[in-house]
């Protein structure tokens, strides 16, 4: 479901079709095969802060916003990052900015929440046009891709990578591939391109400042993690491997107690079709209802002293008797972030477990 332009499936059966078709992509060993492009970007970012260097201050949200995008241009769309592409990705930024404001002030106003009404206003006009520049970006990757599998096949040319085993292609070759087999339309592969490279830039974007903002704030978190490093590569300046990742224990805590802090989504919504009694309270059939990850996060009675930032909550020791939903940040049950599991070292190697930072 493209959420952007937020369609409503109160059915399920067009969520449940797109996440069945695109679970294969989120596989370890799709991850482990991008692992060079995330140490190349990651590299070209550390660049960037170096040259920021002498500044009086820097907002460094805009630097790892471009990481993340570029990331996921190159890993779960496909694409490199041209000059076609380079020139309408500040539009893109922009554009999320002002359709985020947008969605805000219609928040705000609720006669604005009648579409029709939303349509006539400034604001709704406004929001038009930016999404008219996102849906530029995401058709230019779109197209990009398209071309580069024609002259793929044209020239006869394996593409062992990404056009591999059946069912472990990357993100958008499993889209086009399933439009030739009239499993989805061009508007739902944008749907889906518009989702991701939002929110899989995004949420990790911010996941990250939140992150370092945390550690900035901790310098004996600071020096565990530098121990941490110094025993993983001692005097060694090479890339980290995925197999370096895997010991990097404090540093997951150090991720998890973060996300338990500053989820990247604060609250989900659900629908429930049938009454439900929660916590002795009767909730109506057919009802909107809100979680919020955020104040769930701080309850002091799951995380004492719960505004204080402490990475050693998440060693294994000490989540043995702690409620499986009391940390959630990737949302929870069948529609639960469909990258979950990705970051959760409880269910796959951990070596995959900071994808996060890369």
């Not at 069945?20 to 989120?26: G, S």
Request: charged content about 25%; overall charge negative.
């Amino acid at each position: 479901m493209g959420l952007i332009e937020l369609p409503f499936d109160l059915t399920g059966i067009k969520w449940h079709q797109r996440r069945k078709l695109l679970t294969p992509t989120f596989h370890f060993n799709i991850l482990k095969k991008f692992s060079i492009t995330f140490t190349e970007q990651a590299e070209e970012f550390m660049k960037k802060v170096e040259a920021e260097v002498g500044n009086a201050q820097t907002d460094i949200l805009p630097l790892i916003s471009s990481t993340t995008l570029r990331v996921m241009c190159e890993t779960a769309m496909g694409t490199s990052m041209n000059e076609g592409i380079e020139s309408v990705m500040e539009k893109y930024f922009k554009a999320i900015d002002i359709v985020g404001e947008s969605v805000v002030k219609r928040l705000c106003r609720i006669w604005l929440h009648f579409e029709v009404f939303f349509k006539l206003s400034s604001i709704g006009r406004i929001q038009k046009a930016a999404l008219s520049d996102l849906h530029t970006f995401t058709n230019k990757i779109i197209m990009e891709r398209k071309q580069f599998l024609k002259d793929i096949k044209s020239n006869q040319l394996g593409d062992g990578e990404n056009l591999g085993k059946k069912g472990r292609l990357a993100m958008l070759d499993l889209l086009i591939e399933n439009e030739k087999l009239g499993n989805i339309n061009v508007e739902g592969i944008r749907e889906e391109v518009d989702t991701f490279m939002f929110e899989g830039h995004d949420t990790t974007a911010m996941a990250l400042s939140f992150l370092i903002m945390a550690i900035a704030n901790e310098p004996a978190v600071q020096e565990k993690l530098y121990d941490e490093m110094q025993t993983i590569f001692k005097s060694s300046q090479r890339p980290a491997s995925m197999q370096d990742l895997s010991e990097m224990s404090y540093l997951e805590c150090c991720i998890k107690e973060s996300l338990r802090l500053y989820p990247s989504v604060p609250f989900i919504s659900r629908f429930v079709t049938e009454e439900l009694n929660l916590s002795g309270y009767t909730v109506p059939a057919n009802t909107n209802y809100h979680i919020f990850i955020y104040d769930l996060h701080r309850r002091a009675d799951l995380y004492p002293e719960p505004e204080r930032f402490i990475p050693e909550r998440f060693r294994p020791e000490n989540c043995i008797n702690r409620h499986r939903y009391a940390f959630i940040p990737f949302s929870a049950g069948p529609r639960n972030c469909i990258g979950n599991f990705l970051a959760d070292s409880d269910k796959i190697p951990a070596t995959t477990t900071h994808k996060i930072i890369l």
